[in-house]
């Protein structure tokens, strides 16, 4: 019974240490996201800003 405990209270810390290890792989992949987003906004602008020099000339 004792064995089974320490088993039990093992395999709980390793549960509790695997679900902190998903929340910062879930808050990489939402920073990372926002990063990508605001990388595309840019060259989007970027093209707009592009295309807006090519009418002038």
Known sequence: VV???VANAKMESELKQE???L???QKI???ERKL???MDMEH???L???E???QEK
């Open 23 to 25: 929340l910062d792989m």
């Open 29 to 31: 992949l939402c920073d």
């Open 48 to 50: 707009v800003e592009m």
């Open 52 to 54: 807006q020099r090519h």
């Open 19 to 21: 679900k902190a290890n």
């Open 3 to 5: 064995a089974s405990k």
């Open 44 to 46: 989007q602008s970027q």
């Open 36 to 38: 990508m987003s605001a």
